[in-house]
T-cell receptor
Framework: ETGVTQTPRHLVMGMTNKKSLKCEQH?????MYWYKQSAKKPLELMFV???????ENNSVPSRFSPECPNSSHLFLHLHTLQPEDSALYLC??????????????FGQGTRLTVV | GQQLNQSPQSMFIQEGEDVSMNCTSS?????WLWYKQDPGEGPVLLIA?????ELTSNGRLTAQFGITRKDSFLNISASIPSDVGIYFC????????FGAGTRLTVKP
């Protein structure tokens, strides 16, 4: 079983749909992250959760809504997205503290296409 | 700001050649990390660097944390076909910032 698991791997949704991305980590980490990866652009940090508390929201539109019910699970709820939101959405986790707290481990990503 | 400039954008090399790529920033980082991403997968951590001047190896990979804390490089020695992929640098202070990536192609 991989350390960070994301589901689904692929998602196609219409602009009026509501869907959710799920991330689960089995590494005992305290911090979880959502990143967006678009073609030919650096990875963009969207949200950070430390000990289930949201500590960062990088000016992400409200049509993206994160949820972290516990330190092992992270969701990204999607609502009325735009075609330009099509991208690879990556979840990551890290210890969040301590000398190796910055080492982030990524899931395989969800390839989202908005039509 | 904390933008990372990664170069080169892409490299086409022959199997067996050595590879060098680097990352620079106008900002100081406390940690530098290097990741590799294969098609359809998430980035995988290769090397993490925590001290200015630190030189760390992981098999054929060697990375250094620049003495100014504003840069880092990654070298791959004796490249093989499975080295193909996109390599990302990342710098960490309060959060993690990524470079745009170096796309490596290895010709057999």
């Amino acid at each position: 079983e991989t350390g960070v698991t994301q589901t689904p791997r692929h998602l196609v949704m219409g602009m009026t749909n509501k869907k959710s991305l799920k991330c689960e980590q089995h590494l005992g980490h305290n911090a979880m992250y959502w990143y967006k990866q678009s073609a030919k652009k650096p990875l963009e940090l969207m949200f950070v959760y430390n000990f289930k508390e949201q500590t960062e929201n990088n000016s992400v539109p409200s049509r993206f809504s994160p949820e972290c019910p516990n330190s092992s699970h992270l969701f990204l709820h999607l609502h009325t997205l735009q075609p330009e939101d099509s991208a690879l959405y990556l979840c990551a986790s890290s210890q969040g503290e301590g000398p190796w707290g910055t080492e982030a481990f990524f899931g395989q990503g969800t390839r989202l296409t908005v039509v | 700001g904390q933008q990372l400039n990664q170069s080169p954008q892409s490299m086409f090399i022959q199997e067996g050649e050595d590879v060098s790529m680097n990352c620079t920033s106008s900002s100081i980082f406390n940690t530098w990390l290097w990741y590799k991403q294969d098609p359809g997968e998430g980035p995988v951590l290769l090397i993490a660097l925590y001290k200015a001047g630190e030189l760390t190896s992981n098999g054929r990979l060697t990375a250094q944390f620049g003495i100014t804390r504003k840069d880092s490089f990654l070298n791959i020695s004796a490249s093989i076909p499975s080295d193909v992929g996109i390599y990302f640098c990342a710098g960490h202070n309060n959060d993690m910032r990524f470079g745009a990536g170096t796309r490596l192609t290895v010709k057999p």
